[in-house]
Each structure stands twice: as C-alpha cells, then as structure tokens.
C-alpha cells in the first residue's frame, strides 16, 4: 500500500452572461445597491495605498500596483489580490478591468511584466488573484468550488466595482474580461457561471478543463503520473491547504485502483460540465463524505482525511453567452482537445462569438513525454510557443479584448483564421478547419488475417495495428477518432469465465484490465534524422479502456500532419507512462485482446495557414511549480531564449528536464 500513498495527494491537485458586444459603451457606473447588495468589502490596501480615483482626483495619473486583502464572504478567510492600474488613467473614457488567475499551486502576479504589462499599457486595468488555499489566500483549496473559491472571486469583482472608479461600463454593466491557463482557465468559466451579476464580456481560458471526472480519471483509470507530480506542486506548494475531502478521496482511489462513486459528483460539481449539462444530475443538498468509502474507518478518524461536501449551487444546465477565445494543446494530456471542444460547444450553444484554437504548449511539457524529445532533437526546438501558426496568444488576446470590451479594431486582424478552428500541428505549421471532425475514415483494428490484436498487460511496448499509408504529399490528421472495438480473451466463452470482484484491492479473477489506445505513425526517415525510424505516438494521447466487453467510445484528439512514405498504426499498450500505478488490478489475467474499427479523422492535404510564426513564449503562472524561473533575453510570454537560461529553465522540469538538456546539446 505505501507505494501508492505518494499518488494520493494529488490527483485532485490537478487542480493545478455578459454584457452586449455593442462596440457603444459608457462610462457611467452602476447602480450602488447592486454590488454593495451583497456587502460592502473594506479598501484592504496596505501602508496607506489609495486607489487612483476620477472623483477624489488622487492618483488620476494611474499605474500604480498594490496588494489588497479583504475577507471572504463563505468564512471569513483572507482573499488577497494585486491590482495593475492602468499606465495612464483617462478620467473620460474610463477602463476596462481584466482578471489573472494563477495555474494550480501558483500564487498572483505581483510585479508588472509580461501579458499584464501589455494590458495596463493598453489602458486595462488588471487584478490577479491568489485563490483560495494558494499564495497569501487563506482557507484550503477546493478546486474551483462554486460555494467557496466561486464566492471569493465574486467578491473580488465586487470590491473593483465598489473602489475603483475609473472603471468602464456599458448598459450599466462592468466592461470586465479574463486570462489564465489550467486553475487559471477553471476561474474564469466557474465566474461565468455563478456571478449574479453576470458581468463577463470577454474570456480567455487556456488548457482548463470541462469535467474533472474526466480529466483525473478517463474511464475509471487514474492517471497516476498526474497524482505523484501534482502531489509535489499541490499540498506542498499551499501549506498542506489540500482540502480534506479531497485527500481522503485520493487515498481511497491510490489504494483501491478507482475513485470511490460518491466522490465523482463532488469533482463534477467544480467543472464547467455540470453547469452545461449536468450529465449526473445532481441536486443542491446532495452530500457525500469519506465514511462510505472503503478506507472510511481510518480516514474519518484523520483530521486531514475527514472531509465531505455538500452541492450548494444549481445547475442553470446553461452557461450566459459571453465572447470566449480557448487555446488547448492536443499535446496536453491533462486536460486534453476533447475537454476544450466540449467547453467551445458548450459556449457556443449560448450564443457568444467563441473560438478555439490549439497550440503545442500544454501540460505535456511536464509530463515524460518521449514524443516532446523527439520533435526537440527533429526541429532543434522546444514546443513552448503559445500560437497556432501565425496567431500568437498574447497578441489575439489583445485583439479580442480591444474589439469585444471597447469596440476597437478588428480580433480577425490578428486571429485571422476568423470563426474556423486552428489546429496547431507543430510550431510552424497550422491549418484551419471550419469545424471539428468526429470519426472519420474506417480501418480494422486486427492484425494481418484479421485475428485479434494480443496485448500483455504488464508492458510498456505497445502492439502495433497497421491502418494504411501515405501516398500523397501530405495528409493531415486532425480531430476526435472514434474507437468501436471489443476487449476481450479473443473468445467469449473465455470471457464469459470472469468473476465478480471478491475484494476492492486485487480483484483477482475479475477482468479487471486497462489498455491504452493511441494513434501512432512510423515516419518515412529523413535523410539527416538523429533518431532511428521508431513508431510514435501522435501528440502522446491515450484513452484507457478498463475491463472487458465492448467499447464504443471517442479517442483523445490529435493534431498532425503525415507525409507521403508514413505509415499510420493503431497502438495498444498494456501499461503507459501517464498510468504506471493504477493500470490492470487483475493479477490473474495477463493478455486480453482487442478487435473492432476505429475512425480517424483525415483531412487530406490542407494547406498550411500563411504568415510569420511568433517567437516562442511561455506564460509560466499557468503552470505548477513553474512560478520562479531564470531570467534572460526572452521571447514573447517570457520564456529565456538564450542557451544558458533555457538550460537553466528545463533543469527545474522533472523526468523530462535532463533528457531535453542532453538531447539539444544544451
């Protein structure tokens, strides 16, 4: 059981309406019952800091940046935050307030610099949060909780309205828009939800999530790689501020291989998918704790295991329509394409104008991702820039808030793939589509006769299933492939064999097996290769397929371009870097096979997007332990740019870092 405890701390760590588009707005303020209706907050400015004000005349000149802190509203816990004026404060037209959300484990932004320097030279004024549990914020963390950390950032937009004055409106609604990635993207769609008020106009969420179920545990199998490195960058970067329920979950799912049933609503409640759909239909008052759970006489004993939630805040099953522009990494393999494409569904159906483009920057840049090594060593680059060909995040960013908060210039000037999506296929090259495509062309998963394809369980060496080859110039893959095959022993009579599950732990006889599918390519070598022609895994993207039976299930979405002389397969694992501790529990059952079809969606030869590919950037703050790195000429976003400052930055990456420094020569 020891091996497994390190697990526990941290697969939940990973957790780390609007007002018109009209470009006519006012500067006029809104009514004074509306924010102050839910209580007047204190100025929590320190060492005798007074906002910029239009009406007192103080400050009018602006560019201040100062810390506040004011008490939560749920329990009186501190919630601090930092605030960018604007460099010049213009007391006629007023300006416009951006929120900054931290990755998971991070903590705000407190010196002016990189996309926030942009901003408040732009004339926005920016506050970044330290959420709940993280940086100087008090209380624990509990994921984006609509009755904790969603109330404490309602707070915050109440207290920018309450204080400061230069502060921009339209209809009598805050002109107000969002950034951040991962945690920091998971705000911004939670505010949307929940704000009485509905005040954001203009989202960016970055590589966030759309249902946490997912994202920890994809069919029931634990991405346990996930759990042992967030646990690092979750309690240990907040004070062990991990919520007890929470932890107690992750003990339970660490020990019994799959989170118990009665903890999924709870990460299902803090994602943007119950407030879409809510596909568990669950209900304020519905309640759960760690009692139920196997381990539950130890853990209700343990005060930093003995939690429970309670649902607080209904499902509207609809999200208000606001302007969203989303970025996700087919490369991420946290919060992968599917989650993004869900939430750019989600948003559209309520009516805003809303975009999704990829990029190569992702959460798998932390991951032990063999394919990141073997595109650094191919293209003597590192896969961190934030734009999907020539559209780079920062600047579309700008765009976006300038023509949907004010009403200036055109985002299409910049996102010039307009309402299409941009899928990144690597850093120089990008295509647009004018949707996503499900499926696609049909191949057989057998092999060669088409017997069944045999997978051992325990190994890392994946079964290769040919599909075809490329004969043309190019053809590019992009979108969710659909899998419809069954896992099985290759008969039924021999499946028909498995046994009910004796025991929570081993679940001997059960069945109880995991393999993993993935596309992959074998590549026509290139004549001045460093690396010998070995399969890869197109953009690193498994789905787990747990127990026997029959599947019918999407794949994770992939982005990339074969050549003619490519070879496109099908690979099975039996076990996989991302899911080493939580994969087959049956110790009894050693092979299964699979057998059935699977749909990729090909494109054919799309032409790559034209212009000039922005040097590479990276916004650290959206990322765990990736909050304090070295300094040096950089690109845009702030990555160092420069030999040693590189070295100095992969060096602080586990796992993947040292195997970078040596393949580039660094």
Known sequence: ?????????????????????SPEADSSGPAASRSSARGTLPLGT??????????????????QVYRVSIPSRVDGEAIVFQVFEPDSIDCGQKHALILQGHGYAGKRTTEK????????????????????????????????????????????????????????YRDGNLLLGSIGGSYGGGYQMLLLAIDPDRRLDAIVPEITWHDLTYSIAPNGVVKSYWALFLAGAGDGQTNFHQDPF????????????????????????????????????????????????????????????????????????????????LFQGPRDDLFNFNEALANYECLQRAGGDVRLLSYEYGHGLLAPDVGLVQQGVAQQTIPLGRNCGPIAADAATLAWFNEK????????????????????????????????TRGGTTFPVAMPGGLPAPVTLAQLAPTIVPLTGISHASEVIAGIPHLKVHVGRGAAPLDAL??????????????????????????????DSRLPVLPELIDEQVIPLRGFGDFDIDMVGVAERLVAGDQLVLMVYGNQQGFLLTSSRDPATVVATIQGEVAVPMLGDLPKLAGDVPAAGLPVDSIPGLSALPTGSSGAGGVPTDASALTGLLAQIPVIGPQLISALGL
């Open 113 to 168: 610099g990189g996309q926030i320097a942009q901003l408040a030279g732009a004339g926005y004024a920016v506050i970044s949060i330290d959420q709940r549990g993280s940086g100087e914020s008090g209380g624990t963390v509990r994921v984006m909780d609509p009755d904790y950390e969603g109330q404490d950032i309602v707070a915050v937009v109440d207290w920018a309205e309450q204080h400061l004055d230069y502060l921009k």
């Open 46 to 63: 320190a060492d005798g800091v007074k906002p910029a004000s239009c009406q007192s005349a103080a400050h009018p000149a602006g560019g």
């Open 405 to 436: 908060l004010l009403g200036k210039g055109k985002a299409d000037s910049v996102i010039t793939t307009g309402k299409n999506v941009c899928f990144s296929l690597n850093q120089s090259d990008a295509v647009q589509v004018p949707k996503v």
């Open 246 to 325: 929470i932890r107690g979950t992750l003990l339970e799912g660490a020990v019994t291989g799959a989170f118990p049933e009665s903890a999924l609503p709870f990460f299902n409640y803090h994602s943007p998918s119950y407030f879409c759909d809510n596909p568990r239909n669950l209900k304020v008052g519905d309640t759960a704790d760690v009692g139920a759970y196997t381990l539950g006489p130890l853990l209700g004993n343990v005060p930093l295991t003995s939690g429970s939630y309670t649902i607080g805040t209904p499902s509207r099953k609809a999200l208000p329509k606001v302007d969203a522009l």
């Open 498 to 527: 498995c046994m009910p599950a004796a025991d929570p732990l081993l679940r001997i006889g059960s069945c109880d097996s995991t393999v993993f599918v993935g596309l992959g390519v074998i590549p026509l070598a290139a004549k």
């Open 1 to 21: 059981m020891r091996k497994f405890l390190p697990a526990v701390m941290a697969v939940a760590m990973t957790l780390a309406g609007c007002g018109s588009s």
